[in-house]
């Protein structure tokens, strides 16, 4: 599966732009603020219905106009696949599929796996326990079928919940029947969670065998109770046990919406430990392999989208993460304000499209920046 055709239309300070992409690397490049991390914006906004940048619409929108399209031919092996997302500035969505409109936004996110990694990404160490949630969960939607109703279940029964307890409802009566969904949902999720963050660790750890400020990385999944056993007995009682304090703040403490994901270094908290640099290594061999398990297991190309790949990178760490970057299997889209930043890393036998962007106008170059 790859992204083989964008086209953009009044799309941030894009007036209009038709892109054909190459299926292995892509160099979009240009000094800052000409509008290349715009079509990232517009590749992440295909498959999460948003933007990484804002949560305005208008703010996606080109100054003066209604609204702004984005549209996408995806191949899938013999297949293509049609996808288009259009959004006004009082933020009402339109997504057609193949023509069909679509009525959630996870049928195109399901379609196409993409991951990010801006100089903004750093939360994912630094950020709260929601960071790291939906950066595991996110592998795990598109390894595990049944995850995406399961979870969705769980936060009906967890609104209801907490909707009794907001109301300051006293009678343990009116929990029984959420709290046994609660439970049951609960160890689904950490089941599914387990299974997927030790794939991931197999493939993590294979990825940085050879980083020697790596060695010893160990991914624990905090479950978000007392989980020893992950039996439906442990949270239950643990749920009668915290009911006054739930009842205090007015919502559920416990359960997999507070699950958290430790990454440490030879026992200790990797953002305490490692630099900068090392961190950013890190948060690429994450990424990269998340990737490669979503390929391996769940069957899908990913699209790996990096902003600003040089940012706060010596070149030691660059040529590490494009040691990480030849063992993927995904399509590559990649940010730069030179190609002499990125290019003299790539080997020669690696197909490449660049495209160079200045006052929102997209071409298509050659190495030497003459179009093609």
């Known amino acids: 599966m790859a992204l083989q055709q964008l086209q953009l239309s009044q799309f941030r300070n894009i007036e ?34 948003r933007s990484f940048r804002t949560s305005k619409a208008h703010k996606v929108i080109r100054h003066e106009q209604a609204l702004y399209t984005v549209f996408a031919r995806i191949g899938a092996g013999a297949q293509q696949i049609a996808l288009g997302v259009q959004r006004d500035r009082a933020g009402d969505w339109l997504a057609r599929l193949n023509g069909e409109k679509v009525q959630r936004v996870a049928d ?26 939906q950066f595991f969960d996110m592998g795990l939607f598109h390894v595990e079928h049944q995850f995406y109703e399961v979870w969705m279940r769980f936060n009906k029964v967890l609104k209801q919940r907490n909707a009794l307890l907001k109301s300051r409802q006293t009678n343990a009566e009116f929990y029984q029947f959420w709290d046994q969904q609660f439970v049951e949902l ?49 949270l239950t009682q643990q749920l009668r046990d915290s009911f006054a304090m739930d009842l205090r703040v007015g919502y559920s403490q416990l359960g997999p919406q507070k699950a958290d994901l430790r990454v440490k270094v030879r026992g200790e908290y990797a953002d305490e430990l490692l ?16 990737s490669n398990v979503i390929y391996r297991s769940g069957h899908k190309q990913p699209l790996l989208l990096i902003d600003d790949l040089a940012s706060e990178l010596d070149d030691q760490s660059k040529r590490q993460i494009f040691n990480f970057l030849y063992q993927l299997n995904s399509q590559v889209f990649i940010t730069a ?10 080997s020669s036998d690696t197909e490449v499209a660049l ?18």
């Not at 379609?111 to 326990?129: A, C, H, M």
């Not at 299974?195 to 991914?219: C, F, H, S, T």
């Open 337 to 346: 304000i030179e190609t002499s930043q990125v290019l003299p890393q790539i």
């Open 275 to 290: 630099s900068r640099g090392q961190l950013k290594v890190l948060l690429f061999s994450l990424k990269i392999a998340q």
């Open 186 to 234: 609960a160890i689904q999720l950490q089941s599914m969670r387990v299974a997927y963050i030790e794939l991931l660790n197999v493939e993590l750890q294979n990825l940085i065998k050879d980083v020697p400020a790596l060695l010893g990385l160990q991914l624990e999944l905090v479950a978000g109770w007392n989980c020893r056993e992950n039996k439906a007995a442990e």
């Open 355 to 372: 495209f160079h962007v200045e006052h929102g106008q997209i071409e298509r170059t050659d190495e030497n920046g003459r179009r093609t």
């Open 16 to 49: 209009s732009a038709q892109l054909s992409f190459s299926a292995d690397w892509n160099l979009i490049y240009g000094a800052n603020g000409s509008g290349k991390t715009s079509v990232l914006e517009a590749i992440y906004l295909l498959a999460h219905g």
């Open 108 to 133: 195109c996110a399901s379609l196409l796996p993409v991951q990010l990694i801006t100089p903004e990404s750093f939360r994912l160490f630094f950020g709260g326990p929601k960071e790291r949630r």
